[in-house]
């Protein structure tokens, strides 16, 4: 089995409020601690009411994002607007991170109304998950579902089916 030495982040906005998410989700970041150093780390929704406009809430979490944020960082947004991977090609992907040396890679899940112009702007790279739009409690266990689906691809372990 091939131990990755970089640490990979999943950065979420907001807590999850349903337990079955959350235990599914740690179910699989379990299961990456035999590959990798991995976390999910989250940032504070905004105070807000209901006349907060979304671009107000947008900029307060990209406030909050960027302070988790190290230089030498290596970004993605997780946004249905990204680049599209098949498993194989997120594990190549992954795979071509190891070997480049990156430390430490952050994907990032935002809010309810997505990422402000600031996080888009400084951070160009995204990713896909889906053409749909997902809850981003959802999003959070389908990441961590791929990224161990990614690990077990390039240590040839069989959970992975061609």
């Known amino acids: 089995m091939y131990l990755c030495i970089m640490e990979i982040v999943l950065l979420c906005v907001g807590k999850t409020d349903r337990t079955f998410w959350s235990d599914a989700t740690e179910e699989y970041v379990k299961r990456l601690k035999h590959f990798t ?4 780390q989250f940032v504070a929704d905004p105070k807000a ?7 107000e809430i947008k900029n307060e979490e990209a406030k909050k994002i960027l302070q988790k944020i ?18 194989k090609g997120f594990a190549k992907q992954l795979e071509q991170h190891m070997i480049s040396g990156n430390s430490r890679i952050i994907f990032i899940v935002g809010g309810a109304f997505g990422f ?16 749909m ?6 999003i959070r266990l389908f990441f961590c579902e791929q990224l161990y689906r990614a ?3 390039i240590n040839n372990h069989p959970y992975h089916n061609d």
């Open 116 to 131: 402000s112009e600031t996080l888009y702007q400084k951070f160009p790279r995204k990713i896909a998950l889906s053409e």
């Open 70 to 87: 190290k230089p030498g960082d290596f970004v993605y947004l997780l946004d249905e607007k990204g680049k599209s991977f098949t498993s």
């Open 133 to 138: 739009t997902f809850s981003h409690q959802m």
């Open 151 to 153: 690990f077990t691809i």
């Open 37 to 40: 150093k991995f976390s999910v």
């Open 49 to 55: 009411n209901k006349k907060t406009q979304p671009l």
